[in-house]
């Protein structure tokens, strides 16, 4: 190739095995594909299966043949505990949310990856003698936000290296990495009780931090297709698109935790923009490193500045939590079983299939003389400038922690409400929350009202009430037809006893069934028209109806009287309700009139 070529910026190319459209460039990256006995894939989206689906498909096909042979997949908890420690660290691999590849132009959204094979490839990204890397710079700004999110040590100054190994789906025959001066360093993750960590790890504690080694960018490589029984289509759509790897301490020791540790760096860096999809989407992937030695003594090993360890084994690609435990579970179990035997345990890397029990030997372990592991003479150091770096930390978005707190205090939910509403559907729905509960507030015109037991008000409605009718009619959020007006509406009139909570329960269901157009009705519009609003009886008339009811279930009243079942005094207070006319009977003054009648 000329000199003319290699200053020239990497243009796009199409690679889509299309004889008619195709490119003389395109000709030649084929014809090299060809010459190393590989295909251009060919098949179209339609033809694509989604990878949940397959995972779905997989794990159940798995789970049929284990049933059918009797295969006995181990049990979660570890008989072993008391005689054998667990170490796991984990290596994640996510993919940035950025618009171009790392070190070419060419576009790298989740759309132009899994869009049509072979046609968001640049010159660089296929290995076309004479192109050179040139580094993207905003493909650095996800990557700074998410080292930010897991409190790492920005480097001023880091450095490109090459991780050689021929495969056909890095076609330079290397990776370019960050292996020996990563951008960022000495991070660490917080998780407690509610992020799924096992409670022995806690030991009593409220939280346990698991150390982060570093974060450093790195290249994807292509998407390999097995097409029995012995072909190989490549995509080199992802060949180069900007990945970030977090590498932890060995400082896990369930595969809960572990699992947990994982859950919970994707949701940092979705809430930080920096990866645009999870585990569920193949926008993640996890690599663990699992080693075990007796409780009370010390191994002869060392890894990421922590000793004493057992010999470590990988096990790589792991790309569901379900995987990761169970991964991590069969692993400890096989290495215990052979250290008991009197065996050795050999540094290597396996494999994990779904609904094995099992895992399976790869490879011996590589090390950095097999990757034969070299700076990239091709680029310069990264620079990072510290304006740069304060600015994005003082921009950052709310992170998930802050978040949950903010949501427990401002407005009274449990943890495990305020950790669901804050993590569904990116957020929307919490800011629906929030904005209901203001809404409520304004129509409250009251200063004295409490603004935590408002938004737990709300909170239960949006989360419950409204979910629940969103889960049993199968819409997602973002098709929801009910307003944060409509719902205060319908919220403030309970509170100021215009309706019943079985009348805005209907009110609800109905909003949530009209379509969203200009000739809606308004909550006050449905209250008047359907003659909804409260008319409580009077203190006789709620006398007479629950002393009718109580006539006529002798049985129900003696168990309250003579055994203080109190349990069922609600259930004559339901009778109250149905039997009582629409928005006549208020479930607590009904409450109040049974138990003085029943004498509970």
Known sequence: MSSKIRRCAPATLSLFANTSARTPRACIVSQWLRSRGLTTVESTPSQTV?????????????????KGSNINIKA????????????????????????CKLFSAAPATAADINGLPNTRVALFDAAMPGTQPQFQRATLLPALRAAIALGCDVQRKSGWDRKHYSHWDQPNGYQITQYYEPFAKNGNIVLRAE??????????????????????????TAKTTHHAPSSYHVDLNRAGHPLIEIITLPQIHSPQTAAAVVRKIQTLLKSVDACATGMELGGLRADVNVSVRQRGSSGNYSYGGVSGLGQRTEIKNLSSFAAIENAIMAERDRQIGVLEAGGVIEGETRGWTLGASETTRLRGKEGEVDYRYMPDADLPPLVI???LVDHLRTTLPELPDATILRVQQDYGLSAKDAKTIAALDDGERLEFMEETVELVLDKADDDQVDKTK????????????????????????ADVTVSETELADIIANLQLKQITSRTA????????????????????????????????????????????IIAENPEMAKAVKEKGHKGKVMW?????????????????????????????
């Open 50 to 66: 989604p990878l949940r689906k397959h995972l779905k498909d997989e794990a159940k096909r798995k789970k049929a043949e284990a």
């Open 76 to 99: 979660k908890t570890n008989p072993h505990s008391d005689e054998w420690e667990l170490t796991v660290g984990v290596e994640i691999h996510a993919e940035l949310n950025t618009a």
């Open 195 to 220: 992020d799924g960590v096992q409670k022995t790890d806690l030991s009593g504690a409220q939280s346990i931090s698991i150390g982060i080694k570093q974060i450093q960018m790195e290249q994807d």
């Open 385 to 387: 400038g510290c304006d």
């Open 454 to 477: 408002v938004g737990k008000l709300v909170g239960n409605w949006v989360l419950h009430e409204l979910g629940g009718l969103l889960a049993t009619s199968n819409i997602a959020w």
């Open 505 to 548: 329960k209907h009110l609800l269901a109905t909003l949530h069934e009209l379509p969203p157009n200009e000739g809606r009705p308004s909550v006050e519009q449905l209250i008047d028209n359907g003659n909804l609003r409260l008319r409580p009886l009077s203190e006789e008339g709620y006398s007479a109806l629950a002393g009718a």
């Open 572 to 600: 004559f207070v339901g009778q109250m309700v149905r039997r009582g006319d629409e928005g006549t009977v208020e479930p607590e003054k009904a409450r109040e009139v049974v138990e003085r009648l029943l004498g509970s």
